[in-house]
T-cell receptor, first 114, second 116 residues
Framework: AQTVTQSQPEMSVQEAETVTLSCTYD???????LFWYKQPPSRQMILVIR??????QNATENRFSVNFQKAAKSFSLKISDSQLGDAAMYFCAYNNNAGNMLTFGGGTRLMVKP | GAVVSQHPSRVICKSGTSVKIECRSL??????MFWYRQFPKQSLMLMAT?????????EQGVEKDKFLINHASLTLSTLTVTSAHPEDSSFYIC????????????FGQGTRLTVV
């Protein structure tokens, strides 16, 4: 079974600074997808970024980028120029290529200090 | 595109009553829908997977007779919490998968259920 681990329950960053959230996963599959979701106080799940395992290039979305290390099964999220609106719970998630459910990590609460 | 609407967003009910939560895919056909439960400050816990026209598959430890799931059409799945008790109070979230974009899951806004 796949597992996703986020080792940082809470992280704090100063506004305009950069922060990296960690995620590791375990799978025996070779083709899969990885995601970072943001859950603000409204609790709406918002897709931040996704990475296809077959792609070597790290995904980027504006201020958000990932460091995908397939051999190490690591998938960290870097948020640059942090903004107050980035404060939220962040969940790392895994999905195989067969349309099954997402497997979530335990989440990291990000606080942004003004 | 890919909007999932979940209703109601909040509901308060009395112990012993039943509550129905709807999850609709507004602009795509959802071949599969997932129901999650989330306790405060915790991650999402998968309760069940429903496929249109077939019985839902429940995760271990989830009572299928208490949490009735119906996926009667390609755009609608419902979760009914039967004979609700205070311990059923939680945040419930649905997600829907487009048959053509298997890797993506789109989430509803969630429902906060309070049983008094």
């Amino acid at each position: 079974a796949q597992t996703v681990t986020q080792s940082q329950p809470e992280m704090s960053v100063q506004e305009a600074e950069t922060v990296t959230l960690s995620c590791t996963y375990d799978t025996s599959e070779s083709d899969y997808y990885l995601f970072w979701y943001k859950q603000p106080p409204s609790r709406q799940m918002i897709l931040v970024i996704r990475q296809e395992a077959y792609k070597q290039q790290n995904a980027t979305e504006n201020r958000f980028s990932v460091n995908f290390q397939k051999a190490a099964k690591s998938f960290s999220l870097k948020i640059s120029d942090s903004q107050l609106g980035d404060a939220a719970m962040y969940f790392c998630a895994y999905n195989n290529n067969a349309g099954n459910m997402l497997t979530f990590g335990g989440g990291t609460r990000l606080m942004v200090k003004p | 595109g890919a909007v999932v609407s979940q209703h109601p967003s909040r509901v308060i009910c009395k112990s012993g009553t039943s509550v129905k939560i709807e999850c609709r895919s507004l602009d795509f056909q959802a071949t599969t829908m997932f129901w999650y439960r989330q306790f405060p400050k915790q991650s999402l816990m998968l309760m069940a997977t429903s496929n249109e026209g077939s019985k839902a598959t429940y995760e271990q430890g989830v009572e299928k007779d208490k949490f009735l799931i119906n996926h009667a059409s390609l755009t609608l799945s419902t979760l009914t919490v039967t004979s609700a008790h205070p311990e059923d109070s939680s945040f419930y979230i649905c997600s829907a998968r487009d048959g053509f974009r298997l890797a993506e899951a789109f989430f509803g806004q969630g429902t906060r259920l309070t049983v008094v």
